[in-house]
């Protein structure tokens, strides 16, 4: 299984202990994203923002989880057979798992280049394909890591503080 | 500048009904390409662009989008209309390209978002 993994080096301590403390989540919310459902996607992201807008999260770091869910969203949609989004909400974090139904990433390194993409007509139609995905998510993410296999299905996750 | 003049400068359609015509808009960016969209609006902003499907709405419920115009002439459908009218967001459309709308409100003094 290939891995790519970023972080804010401010974070990494804080991520280590989520991780191994695993709290229970304040809330989960849970998306279906069906693959080239281009008039919804992003509804999963929308309604993720609209939460943490009530729960009082800052509008800069809300900007931020809005992008980079939105976009790993729209992979989702535009590049696999169809996944899901769950989205965690803690104190002080959201933790959002992307999973997928395959066909997997290849090369992540590759596709982790800004302006690489593999996405298609349809979907460079709509505005999509500039090859700016991952690397939206990169940087507006403390902590982002990519799980897959060529062949198989992805796990994208993010990790975004809200302080 | 208000959106009103906006509309006037590049002799725009207003495509949304109770558009509030007077709301200020302090800056402008225009692109074809959603994540760049995403990347560039930081404050409330005005998008040109030939874009017409919705996704450029859903846009809208991730960044602090105030307007957006249709360049090149493009016709957005009813339902985007109607996503755009839910969420109190005006639609303009002009037959104009984006290089010269783009033109036209910079001469006239509307900044370039900060990115």
């Given at each position: 299984m290939a891995e790519y993994l970023n972080q804010n080096p401010l974070y990494q301590s804080a991520v280590e202990t989520f991780f191994s403390d695993m709290p229970e989540a304040e809330v989960t919310l849970e998306f279906i994203v069906p693959e080239k459902d281009f008039n919804n996607a992003g509804k999963g992201s929308a309604e993720v923002k609209n939460l943490l807008k009530r729960l009082g999260v800052d509008s800069e770091i809300l900007r931020r989880i809005a992008v980079a869910s939105y976009e790993a969203e729209i992979n989702v949609a535009a590049h696999s057979r169809g996944g899901k989004m769950v989205s965690n909400v803690y104190d002080e974090l959201i933790h959002i798992c992307f999973v997928d139904?395959?066909?997997?990433?290849?090369d992540i390194e590759q596709a982790m280049q800004p302006g690489f993409s593999t996405a298609d007509d349809l979907v460079r139609e709509m505005g999509?394909?500039?090859?700016l995905g991952l690397p939206n998510i990169k940087k507006n993410s403390d902590w982002m890591r990519i799980r897959s296999n060529a062949g198989d299905s992805t796990t994208l996750e993010l990790i975004i503080f809200f302080a | 500048m208000t959106l009103k003049e906006i509309a006037t400068l590049l002799e725009a359609e207003v495509l949304?009904?109770?558009?509030?015509?007077?709301i200020p808009v302090p800056c402008a960016f225009a692109s074809d390409l959603i994540s760049d969209i995403l990347m560039c609006t930081k404050e409330p902003t005005l998008l040109l662009t030939g874009l017409a499907n919705t996704q450029v709405i859903r846009l809208s419920d991730m960044i602090d989008i105030s307007a957006i115009v249709f360049v090149r002439g493009k016709i957005p459908t009813q339902e985007l209309i109607e996503m755009a009218e839910e969420r109190g967001l005006p639609l303009l459309r002009t037959t104009m390209t984006m290089y010269r709308s783009s033109g036209i409100l910079y001469n006239a003094g509307l900044r370039s978002c900060k990115i």
């Open positions: 139904e395959g066909p997997g990433i290849g999509f394909g500039a090859g | 949304t009904q109770k558009a509030n015509m007077e």
